[in-house]
């Protein structure tokens, strides 16, 4: 079942303007991650935020957490056209048993117009 | 290091056929993981592996689909008989993995299966 839902389903941009993607989750986590995904590629690791943390920064991409609201926004400032891909969160959760599990979202899709 | 390698990157086979998928982790990640990606349903956790041990394989649609990690460098995804419903994007991933909030994923570049 999917824990994380991106937000929107699909964003098309500007080159240099700034996206911003949200990811809603239903149960308590342990970190939450951002990957993005070229087409016809695997997905790289973008960010980790721990449950701990409200906000975190790398590079051009700043990630915020709200576990109140179960919510994290992804912003990735000054696009370029090799941004374009899409970007999935991930909520990394204890599944019992001294496991843990990562699950994706449906990812929002970034289009960057040069 | 080459990364999570996954073999064949393309399978095209008809109903009914055997279907096995390869991955070989990261040298040092301890943990293994099968997705599958649909257009549908998104990206699935099928199974994974700690320690070449499957901890977990809720996500194993059906008996059809087995998985196995003989060693620590190889894995398989094995399925039989396959269906045109089973038609994805099968990606391995692994982990160094270690508990909380370890979980950071190196993805292979995936096998893309179709069943006629």
């Known amino acids: 079942s999917q824990q994380g839902e991106e937000d929107p389903q699909a964003l098309s941009i500007q080159e240099g303007e700034n996206a911003t993607m949200n990811c809603s989750y239903k149960?308590?986590?342990?970190?939450l991650q951002w990957y993005r995904q070229n087409s016809g590629r695997g997905l790289v690791h973008l960010i980790l935020i721990r449950s701990n943390e409200r906000e975190k920064h790398s590079g051009r991409l700043r990630v915020t957490l709200d576990t109140s609201k179960k919510s994290s926004s992804l912003l990735i400032t000054a696009s370029r056209a090799a941004d374009t891909a899409s970007y999935f969160c991930a909520t990394d959760t204890y599944s019992g048993a001294g496991s843990y599990q990562l699950t994706f979202g449906k990812g929002t899709k970034l289009s960057v117009i040069p | 290091d080459a990364g999570v390698i996954q073999s064949p990157r393309h399978e095209v086979t008809e109903m009914g056929q055997e279907v096995t998928l390869r991955c070989k982790p990261i040298s040092g990640h301890n943990s293994l993981f099968w997705y599958r990606q649909t257009m549908m349903r998104g990206l699935e956790l099928l199974i994974y592996f700690n320690n070449n041990v499957p901890i977990d394989d809720s996500g194993m649609p059906e008996d059809r689909f087995s998985a196995k990690m003989p060693n620590a460098s190889f894995s398989t995804l094995k399925i039989q008989p396959s269906e045109p419903r089973d038609s994805a994007v099968y990606f391995c991933?692994?982990?160094?993995?270690?508990?909380?909030?370890?979980?950071?994923?190196?993805f292979g570049a995936g096998s893309r299966l179709t069943v006629l």
């Open positions: 149960t308590s986590i342990n970190n």
């Open positions: 991933a692994s982990s160094l993995g270690g508990g909380f909030g370890a979980n950071v994923l190196t």
